[in-house]
């Protein structure tokens, strides 16, 4: 049986090995998360640009000449790029088309909307025996008006969002940067860094954390990018068999949504599904309903299965980690909450092995 002085230890330093993982998730990371970014692009780099370095070496005088590793990783960066772009290009082109397809559709959206809306009125003037039109005029006052208030609130919106968007685009644009230029010069440090992690006092612990980062990172990248491609694959063969004109682009749309922290297709899908069955067509409705319940199986399977099988938590503890991540960092805590539950109970197994030895 433990001593009281032996328990009061362990849940100090499980207090304290808390703490610093919070202080560094909350405080430290966002510093060099775009470093942390590089020198895992770096990792994934290297096998081919060491490789093609080897490939391509050549003989003068007696003396062996290679290409700099640094260039290569920084052409097959470019070119990772220039295929995402010409994916992007095509794909956008496509949704281009439907954007368009909607914008001259919605004349006609507009009349439709109209007459059934009119019709409900004319329904509901008959059933509360009032008198021919006075629905269909307080509700006309109604839509007015609430144009007028969104317009008026939303100007200055605009004008604050406007810039917003400036200084994020500007931001975004210093961070990539950022990210590909330290990625090459880290893809030519990589072997420094490993002669800097096994000569430190602390090598045991860089090779902890570099561990759990690859193993979640890994884990994270590979199950939300099929949650998402799958996702939208669902969206928009759902929306294609329900008839839909438009089922490339809404089903991108609430694909894309679906992986925002928070949100999901249920944001559209379920109230669209309402307005479908108030509007008489049962039919659509329950295909919204459909794709929305294929997709949150999805999620939920992938999420709690293949997450917590990838990063070695059980699926009550990654549940657990994104709740309280959630609570603790906002929207990041999605990837934060797992994370730093994988740290700490790593650190907390290496003093419990430190103890036993």
């Given at each position: ?105 919605l004349p006609e959206l507009t009349r439709s909307f109209d ?32 144009g007028g208030t969104a317009k008026s609130a939303a100007m ?33 440090k990589l072997d420094a860094i490993r002669s800097f992690q ?160």
């Amino acid at each position: 049986m433990e001593k009281p002085k032996e328990k009061l230890k362990k849940i100090l330093i499980i207090s304290g090995i808390t703490s610093a993982v919070y202080a560094g998730c909350k405080y430290l990371l966002p510093l060099v998360i775009p470093f942390f970014a590089a020198y895992g692009l770096a990792l994934l780099l290297e096998p081919a640009a060491r490789w093609i370095c080897r490939k391509t070496a050549w003989k003068r005088k007696g003396k062996t000449f290679r290409l700099p590793i640094e260039a290569v990783g920084g052409a097959e960066l470019l070119l990772i790029l220039a295929i995402i772009g010409i994916g992007v290009y095509f794909g956008g082109c496509r949704l281009l088309e439907q954007v368009k397809l909607l914008i001259d559709s919605l004349p006609e959206l507009t009349r439709s909307f109209d007459r059934w809306l009119t019709g409900n009125c004319r329904q509901m003037e008959s059933l509360l025996h009032l008198k021919k039109g006075y629905i269909v005029l307080l509700v006309q006052d109604m839509i007015r008006q609430l144009g007028g208030t969104a317009k008026s609130a939303a100007m200055p919106y605009l004008m604050v969002s406007s810039v917003t968007v400036f200084k994020w685009a500007v931001s975004a644009m210093v961070i990539f940067l950022i990210l590909f230029f330290a990625t090459i010069l880290t893809l030519g440090k990589l072997d420094a860094i490993r002669s800097f992690q096994k000569r430190s006092l602390f090598h045991e612990e860089f090779e902890l954390i570099h561990q759990k980062f690859s193993v979640f990172g890994k884990a994270f990248l590979r199950v939300q990018g099929l949650i998402l491609l799958l996702t939208c694959i669902v969206c928009t063969v759902g929306l294609w068999l329900a008839g839909n004109p438009y089922y490339i682009l809404l089903g991108t749309v609430i694909g894309l949504l679906d992986a925002l922290p928070l949100l999901g297709t249920g944001t559209i899908l379920l109230p669209w599904a309402v307005v479908e069955l108030i509007g008489g067509r049962g039919s659509q409705a329950l295909w919204l309903v459909g794709i929305y319940v294929v997709s949150y199986i999805i999620r939920q399977f992938l999420e709690t299965k293949m997450m917590a099988k990838g990063i070695g938590l059980s699926a009550l503890e990654t549940l657990a980690a994104l709740y309280v991540g959630l609570k603790l960092f906002g929207a990041l805590g999605v990837i934060l909450g797992p994370l730093a539950f994988m740290l700490i109970k790593a650190f907390w197994e290496i003093l419990e092995k430190e103890e036993a030895g």
